[in-house]
């Protein structure tokens, strides 16, 4: 059964950092991409990142360019979102999603592409 943890979101003031987690179980890890995908309250789901486990390739959106970095441990089959310099509208449940990808591609930041799904973990930003 494929699981998808998240962890370590919580509230900080503009400016600050926060280090999301997301723990995966249940599937050969370096046959995936993992992507981060946020919603906000009255918002659609919007994709922030993602990183192919078998090329290493990422793909960002551009709200969140230069200041988001996603990385991969293999060894621990855990994906981390370092989100640095941010602002009140990346207020939102922060979710990872997993997929099998093509070691040929990069990955996307498309929310129907990704049939895996965490339950979230809430990001707060202060102005």
């Known amino acids: 059964e494929v699981q998808l943890v998240e962890s370590g979101g919580g509230f900080v003031q503009a400016g600050g950092s926060l280090r999301l987690s997301c723990a995966a179980s249940g599937f050969t890890f370096d046959d995936f991409a993992i992507g981060w995908f946020r919603q906000a309250p009255g918002k659609e789901r919007e994709g922030v990142s993602s990183?192919?486990?078998?090329?290493?390739?990422?793909s960002y959106a551009d709200s969140v360019k230069g200041r988001f970095a996603i990385s991969s441990d293999n060894s621990k089959n855990t994906v981390y979102l370092q989100m640095n310099s941010l602002k009140s509208e990346d207020t939102a449940v922060y979710y990872c999603a997993a997929a099998r990808w093509s070691r040929r591609l990069s990955p996307s930041v498309n929310a129907w592409e990704y049939p895996y799904w965490g339950q979230g973990t809430q990001v707060t930003v202060s102005s």
């Open positions: 990183i192919s486990n078998s090329n290493g390739r990422t």
